[in-house]
Nanobody, 114 residues
Framework: QVQLVESGGGLVQPGGSLRLSCAAS????????MGWYRQAPGKQRELVAT???????FYADSVKGRFTISGDSAKNTVYLQMKSLKPEDTAIYYC????????WGKGTLVTVSS
């Protein structure tokens, strides 16, 4: 069994920053890709950013230049540094890891509001 646990969400003012973390535990042999998705109220879940084991990254256009994804393979952890946050970034953020099978965390809420 593999578990992913996110942390770091919370309430932040527009223009502020947050850093999300997601740690995987359990029977982990190899992680191909790690990523972050988000789901805003009333909307479908959308891709935010991904990073491969080789370090290649991908970002949704809406977060390019503001968010940075990074990974620590030794700790089986993926991070999402978020800067210049906007109210439209408000969502539940989920981490995702592809280990041959796909695993999801339960999510962490990010609220951007004054």
């Amino acid at each position: 069994q593999v578990q992913l646990v996110e942390s770091g969400g919370g309430l932040v003012q527009p223009g502020g920053s947050l850093r999300l973390s997601c740690a995987a535990s359990g029977s982990i042999f190899y992680i191909y890709t790690m990523g972050w998705y988000r789901q805003a109220p009333g909307k479908q879940r959308e891709l935010v950013a991904t990073i491969t084991n080789g370090g290649s990254t991908f970002y949704a256009d809406s977060v390019k230049g503001r968010f940075t994804i990074s990974g620590d393979s030794a700790k089986n952890t993926v991070y999402l540094q978020m800067k210049s946050l906007k109210p439209e970034d408000t969502a539940i953020y989920y981490c995702n890891m592809n280990m041959g099978s796909i695993y999801w965390g339960k999510g962490t809420l990010v609220t951007v509001s004054s």
